[in-house]
């Protein structure tokens, strides 16, 4: 409990004053005693009284000092963490490598990540072309509601990769939403045989959005075919084998600042270990503090009524004649 104003010869000279009575009080008790034998005075009702009084003064005084409790609010918004899910709708992300398939395995990957981690949330699809699906919110009942279970093949046109041009439509919201204090993070789910990467010059002013990256390799390396209306995707009349290229993820990662590359196969799966890297960089995040202050100089005057009215409740005899 904190004061607004502090203590000053007026309070400390009532409380004098006040406890000067008390202590006369108790000088005549004893002056009637020895002058007057036949009269017994209540010794235990005057300590009584005196406490009783004594307390509904001091209560009084504090209430006077004007007493406030200080609250401190964290202001965690939402907000300070901008992720940017960038999702590839291409043909080779129907391949089964990785069970229950590499676009299923997607699915629930953004599930976890927006389950166990704090933010608002964008989702990017792109294949020949990139699109927002989902625009920036932080209403994670909606994403996991609304948008992830319908997401599927066809939402966007063509069956290529065209990476390039999702980071483009990225980093474009990245700006557009950019505020001070602000995480940004792009996270792309995809199984990186695409041939159309991301040049330097896009991450140019990265650092000026606090900006980290993180890859996701989706696929086994060994690959599959890519199934196609009821059989397999044929090119030039021969079956496709879709294969996941982390060296291209990693390439790409080499040249930007805070990138980190991860792995989604039937032989790994580092899931839980993006998950602790995103909450770890929204930790890097300063929150902001607000300190309050609630006024309570109520509490003590309550308590100077109650000790008041416990006083004039109880009528003690104080003087009696000796028996």
Partial sequence: MHFLLPPSLFELGIFSVFALFLLLNWRKVYVIEKRYPFLHYNRRAFLFKSALRLLTISCVIVA???P???IVREEVSADNHHLYLLVDLSNSMRVQDTPPGRFERTKYTLSQIIQQTNGSYCIILFANEALIYCPLTHDKEAILDLYIPPMTFGLTSGGGS???QAYALAMENVKKNHKEGIKNSIICFSD?????LPGTSLFREATLYNLSFYQV???SVTGEYIPWQGGVLKKDGRAVISKAMPENANKLCSKLTDCRVYQIAPEVDDTATLIRNINENSMTITNRQHIATDNIY???LLLAILFLILDLSFPLHLIHFKR
């Avoid at 990186?192 to 159309?196: A, G, I, L, M, T």
């Fill in 217 to 219: 390799v989706v696929g």
């Fill in 64 to 66: 006077l000092l004007a």
């Fill in 162 to 164: 065209n990476i390039s």
């Fill in 68 to 70: 406030f409790k200080k």
């Fill in 192 to 196: 990186w045989e695409s041939n159309e």
């Fill in 298 to 300: 109520h509490m003590p």
